[in-house]
């Protein structure tokens, strides 16, 4: 418990490139789900109207 913990420049800046690129992945991930759901909406919707 009596420890201290530094945390340097080069910390902060792998830190910022891991979160940025952690972003980044969730974007894509969520672009993707749209993406499917929007296929499956129109898909859904087409086969109603018939």
């Not at 749209?34 to 859904?44: Q, W």
Request: net charge negative; charged share 30%.
């Amino acid at each position: 418990m009596g420890k201290s913990v530094v945390v340097t420049a080069e910390d902060n800046e792998a830190l910022a490139a891991l979160h940025k690129s952690t972003l980044k992945m969730i974007a894509s991930a969520v672009k993707e789900l749209n993406s499917r759901v929007s296929k499956h909406v129109e898909e859904t919707q087409g086969s109603d109207s018939e």
